[in-house]
């Protein structure tokens, strides 16, 4: 116990007598946010076996780091302290209300140069998540007319509001600030988005409402004016693509005249037949002398002329 107050003890008596040596700087603002957690880099990279590092919370001496190693002193801060990358860092875990307010950082290598920053931690609630009452204040059928009202489910403090707003898939843009603002919705609005974002320094929540909520109404109206100048665009299409359909059937089928025209042109001609002569035949009968009398007789498919003439005896 005695070792214990006096290494206490010249742990303060050295850190008094660096602080003395100047003033420190202007406290940097850090915010943090109660059950997490909340880091404090030091303003120079620690080098040197031989450096040490004095943490002081308000007036009270609070930890020492040296010889890579971080000592307590604080009680209220016992388990929650640790020093990431080497001491370049301390980290204060599970945050709580009352751990706001000034903590120093005193830097002293082996060169004797002294290096001293401060800090100034806020710890915060955790924003809740916001939610958005609506008041239709006129519906018309081309307008409509609301008060947007942003409110979060518990009082907290220290609470901002900012609305932004996009049309269809593009980037927000600012719209105002305060937790209500009042619109004028018009057909050509359905696609618009506002977004709520409820923030403190360490937090912030939002919640997004389209007018697919808000006026119904100017949906449908929107959509069936976006369908008829649909099908005023499909009259366009149609317009356009019969000339080129009849164009391209006319060049089709010149193409497959003329395919049969050349067709025609390669096709052997037949050769007329010949006409095949018979040398005619006569036949007596009894008491008659037969001579040919002009006939026409058709043998094996030629044409055959013959005389037959007839005489009394």
């Known amino acids: 116990m005695t070792e214990h ?7 303060l008596l050295a850190v008094t007598s660096i602080i003395s040596e100047g003033k420190p700087d202007i406290p940097l603002p850090v915010h943090g946010i109660i059950t997490q957690s909340v880091d404090l880099s030091l303003p120079v990279t620690p ?18 780091y040296t010889n890579n190693r971080l000592k307590i002193i604080n009680d209220k801060f016992m388990k929650r302290l640790e020093t990431p990358d080497n001491g ?25 140069k002294v290096y001293e920053t401060s800090y100034n931690l806020t710890v915060y609630d955790p924003v809740p998540s ?29 609470l901002s509001y900012t609305w932004k707003y996009r049309q269809g898939g593009s980037e927000y843009h600012l719209y105002n600030n305060g937790s209500t603002i009042q619109i ?25 409402y389209t007018v697919q909520h808000i006026c119904p109404h100017l949906v449908t109206s ?12 499909l009259l366009a299409i149609l317009v356009l693509l019969v000339p080129l359909i009849a164009l391209l059937f006319l060049i089709m089928k010149k193409r497959k005249s003329e395919k049969r025209k ?28 037969a001579e040919p009398e002009d006939k026409e007789i058709e043998q094996n498919g030629a044409i055959v002329y013959s005389t037959l003439v007839h005489h009394a005896v």
């Open 5 to 11: 107050i006096i290494e206490t003890v010249t742990i």
């Open 47 to 64: 080098e040197g076996s031989g450096l040490e590092i004095y943490w002081t919370y308000q007036t009270s001496i609070l930890a020492v």
């Open 88 to 112: 370049a860092t301390l980290r204060i875990n599970n945050l709580r209300k009352e751990d706001g307010g000034i903590y120093t950082v005193t830097i002293s290598d082996t060169d004797g």
């Open 130 to 158: 916001p939610v958005i009452q609506t008041e239709v204040m006129e519906d018309t059928t081309d307008r409509c007319n609301v008060t947007l009202h942003c409110s979060v489910p518990s009082i907290t403090s220290d």
């Open 184 to 208: 004028s919705l018009r057909n050509d609005s359905r696609d618009t988005e506002y977004l709520c974002i409820v923030h403190n320094p360490a937090d912030q929540k939002n919640v997004s």
């Open 222 to 233: 929107s959509q069936s004016k976006g369908g008829k100048r649909h099908h005023y665009d």
């Open 262 to 289: 050349e067709e025609q042109l390669q096709e052997p001609k037949e050769e007329p037949k010949e006409l095949q002569y018979a040398t005619p035949q006569f036949q007596r009968s009894e008491g008659q002398r």
